[in-house]
């Protein structure tokens, strides 16, 4: 082989050498590419998986919750309404038992000779049957009697600012209207 012959063989060599490396480096760089495409799918897949398994779990969780507190609530109120239903009622058959043994024991004294002995008697029973009546009270939890009371004047406040809100624009309203009102600061006197 001359060479020139060899110069073209090994020129040919390496442009197959530097073509099967560039075509192994294009074929590595696809693997590569489609691995990481391949990766961010599954990752992506994952991702949304979890955010969904995690979010359904805080849905069932806030769900469960809410019911265990609404189920306790109306529990309690039940109860709560029961107790003080049934503490009233005694407490007013208490009461009345109190004041007819009351009355019917006045009415022996008035008509006894023996007076003043009968008179510290019915004193002492009337005592008696009002602290009976307070011990029957007392049955009815003090939460009950503190939220009852502070619900009644919540209520109260409220109408009252209600009512005066009203008046407060209903004065306004007459100012605007009645000649001079604006001047008029309060309202005349009866002369008599």
């Known amino acids: 082989m001359s060479a020139e012959e060899v110069k ?3 020129v040919k060599a390496v442009e ?3 073509s099967a490396a560039q075509e192994a480096a294009t074929t590595t760089q ?3 590419v489609e691995a990481v495409k391949t990766t961010r799918k599954a990752t992506g897949k ?10 359904k779990a805080a849905a069932d969780t806030e769900k469960a919750v809410k019911q265990a507190v609404t189920s306790s609530r109306k529990a309690a109120e039940k109860a709560a309404t029961k107790s003080k239903k049934a503490a009233e009622k005694a407490v007013a058959q208490t009461r009345k038992a109190a004041g007819e043994v009351v009355g019917s024991v006045e009415t022996t004294v008035v008509k006894s000779p023996v007076g003043e002995a009968l008179d510290d008697f019915m004193e002492h029973q009337k005592t008696a049957l009002q602290e009976a009546g307070k011990a029957l009270e007392s049955l009815v ?4 009697r503190t939220h009852g009371r502070s619900a009644v004047e919540e209520m109260l406040e409220g109408y009252r600012s209600l009512f005066n809100s009203i008046v407060d624009e209903v004065e306004a309203t007459i100012r605007k209207v009645v000649p001079n ?4 600061t309060e309202a005349p006197e009866d002369k008599a």
């Open 8 to 10: 073209d063989t090994t």
């Open 16 to 18: 197959e050498v530097v």
């Open 30 to 32: 696809q693997a590569v």
């Open 46 to 55: 994952a991702v949304t998986s979890s955010k969904k398994a995690a979010t």
């Open 141 to 144: 939890p003090e939460g009950v």
């Open 181 to 184: 009102g604006e001047k008029i």
